[in-house]
Structures are given as C-alpha cells and as structure tokens.
C-alpha cells in the first residue's frame, strides 16, 4: 500500500509512504477512497470511524491481520531486534494516518491518497 | 498475590486483558492518605490478537480533573494551590515520559550541529541521568538509523543514581506530605536509569566517563562541609559541571573536537553546555495533553519504516516503577464487585535477586471473558 501526501494543490506529492503488508480492502471506510484524494477534514471524519470490514474468522486471520510484521516492541526500539507480530490492517492503516496528520496537520492544503 | 517478572506478569492467566475500558489510578504511601487511589487515566484495550497482544489507547486524564482529585485527596493536609499545581505537573510530565521510553511517543530533537550527526558515520555521545531516564538513545538510533552511536556513561552519572536512592530510602517511612509528590520524578532516576544503563550496554560500544581528579577534589568535597557561614553550591550544578568538564577533558585528550555530544534532558544543562561550545542533544518531550483523543499503543516509524508497539503489561509495569502502586480496573461502580488488579514494585520484602529481575506483587484477577481473544 502506497499513501501519497500532498502538501499543495499540485499533483507532486511531498511524500509517499509505503508499507508492506497492509489490505485496505479490509479497512472500512477507507476501502472506499481508494485512489482517490481526501482531504484534511475528510481524513479526520474517516478517521473516526475506521475500523475492520467484519469481526474476525479464526480461519482466516490473514483477512484480518497483517501477519508476521516485524516490530520494536516495548521500548526495544532503534536496533536490530524485532519482534514479529499480528497486526489487524485498520490498526496500522490508523497509525501511519494519524502520523501522516501529526506531521503534516499544520498545512491547510494537505491531502492524501491511498493506493 | 504474587512476585512476577514481566515475562510471568504477560503470560498470568489472571492479567489477561479483554476489550473494554479500563481505569488506571495509583496510590503513593509517600503522599497520598492511606487508602487513596488518584486517577492516572483510562486504558482503551481495542482488542487481543490470537497470541495475545492487545492493542490499546491510553487517554490520559485532563489537568483539571487531576488537580481536583488531587485536592479532594489532600483536603485535610497541609496542601496549597502552588503544591496541587506542581503535584499535576510532576505526574503529568511522568506519564508523557514513561510513554516516550516505550517508543510510542516520541521525542523532538534539538541538536547542535545537526549536520554532523547526519553526514558522519560515528557519533559519540555522553549521557546524563535524564537522557539515561528518558529512553532518549534509542529515539537518537532509530531517527538517525546510520549513524553508530559511541555511548559514554559519566561515573557521576551512576552515583546520581545511588544518591537518589538513597533519599528515596530516607523518605520511604516519613508520614504521606503533599510535598512528597516530586518523589515521583526521582523514582525512575533509580530503576530506570539502572535497567536503561544495563541495556545500552548490552546493545553499544559503552564506555565509563572517569571523574577529573582535581575538579572531583575541588567540588566533591563542598558536599561534606556543614559550616552554616558558608553557602554549600548546589549538589546538581557540581555534577552537572563535573560532566562538561569531563567532556571537555574526553575531547583533548582524544583530539576529538567535534562530534562528541552531551545529550541531556536538562533544558539549563543543554544551553549553558552550548554556551561553552559543547555539542548538545535535547529531547525535548511531547505534552500528552495534545493527545485529544488518546495515545496508541502502536506507531509507525517512518524514519525505519517499522512498527513501534507497546503491550498493556509494559506499559503497566513502567507505571509501577514511577509511581509505586498501580491499580487496574473495569469501568463500574461497584469497586467491591469490579475485576481488579493491584501491581506494587516497591513492596518491604523484595530481595536482592527481585531488584535484578525487576519483580512486581501482583494482586487480584482481571477475570474471564468469552471477548478475551479476540477484536
């Protein structure tokens, strides 16, 4: 998955942040927006509301979870130990957005796209 | 009850989080009244995953309501408006810190020279208490992934570490006094700073910072004078200028005139080291206060492009180590009836070999739910 950040009105991202390992066909609402530009305010509402397209099947946690990502777990962070873990896509998909927003909230022209 | 280690704490059957909302509070017997519980925020557990992580949001309580419940607690003590602001900063300023040292929260770096640290291959870096409390190393490795950390721990840096807690010792039994509330800032000089220098070892080149012999003459010695006519200089300002003289002598003796950085989470120590063209690094901590709508326990690092997660046990368990006890309970009414969980590190009977493996007493059961595995 590839979110582009864009800073101005242009089409030349400032940034496009690509993390392996995340379905958002799995993320409600953002599986609608796919491909398309969402704006600051928008991005704060969708934010609200994130969440898994259904509850989980035990046989089948790879719909729910991004498996085997490797993470700093409990302070461990900046070396070269990682952990592998299961992370469910609307958790990760959340954080890298609320990142995005911390980061680049000041801007009044920020936009994103999921791709 | 029982004595756990973390590992042991993260697999009990009886911590096992499950989705809801959960109350964190703490009670202090260095200040608060026997039987006092003060609000230390809400934990959001959204769910466990099959192996058992939870992830969870922490919603830190407002400045107001923890100045109320601080003066509802102390309202028959000798307490004052400017003892109840400074009660709310310390714990306040304790939690953002705890979070920062998990990685879930990060720190902002101001750093002297900023292109060296980026261009070379090798930064040397001196560490004060604060630095070594606050986690700021492994932020400093993860936003500059490249640069290999030479890391200098100053002898004075440990004793600081003995001498607090010493006092933390000495006021152990005193009776509860608001005033003791800034014993929450000393704590983690103590434990943390001790388990943090343990892994910096274990994890980079780590060297001992020994004492200039004449200036160690020249100050130490002001803090064994007892004559009233003369004015004793302060304890930290003497360490603080044992470190940079320190520094100054490491760069001389090792012809190294740049590249060598104090890293400090003293405001003052880091400008005036500036001041005396000493690089500096300042982790400069966020509020939580900004957090409207809480605190993950994940964050994704786009520097390394790798997750950060903290689990509901560490995050408790750090709490511990600052504030002492730490309870734990569902959202209801009922306190009686409500699952609970009482965690205590600094419990009398703790031995030896329970300050090296970091134990806990851990009291009560969070109970079982049928949504304990799963979102």
Redesign the interface.
Known sequence: MIIEVFESANDEATIE???DNVDVSRVLPFRENVGERIAKEKLKTLLTEVG?IE??N?DE?EN??AQN???????????EK?TL????HH??L???L??VLQ?YGTSDNLQIRIS | MAFLSLDEFTSSPDARFFKGTWIVEYHDRTHLPKGTYLDLGKVEI??C???G?S?FRFHPPSRGCLKQCIHDAWKDENSNEKTETNAVKVILDQLGESMV???ILQPHFEISDCKFITERPFAVVVLDTNALRN?A???????F?TTQLWIIIPTVTLMEIGEKAATIKSRANDNPRPSNSALIRSRPQVTIASQAVKWIRE?FPTETLELVPELLRAFRGYETRRDDAYKEPDRISINDRLILEGIKDLRRQRNLPEGVYLMSGDKDMSWLARLEGIQTIYPDLPDIQGASDGI?S?????E????????IH?FLW?LTHVFSKIRVRKCSDNLQKCEKLELFYYYPTKLVNDWVDDKLEVTGSLGSSSTAE??
């Not at chain 1, 990502?69 to 070396?79: A, E, R, S, Y």
């Not at chain 2, 390394?304 to 689990?311: I, L, R």
Request: proline fraction near 10%; aromatic fraction near 8%; charge should be negative.
């Open positions: 942040i690509e993390i898994p509850a989980v035990p946690p729910y979870y990502v490797p993470v700093w777990q409990d302070g461990d962070i900046g070396t990682t873990m299961d992370i469910p958790i990760r959340r954080v890298v609320e990142g980061k | 959204e769910g995953t099959p192996d992580n992830f040292r998990l990685g986690g190393v492994r932020h400093l490795q993860e936003q992934p994890r993950n994940t964050r994704y690092s786009a390394s492009q790798t997750d950060v997660v903290c689990s560490r750090d799963t979102f």
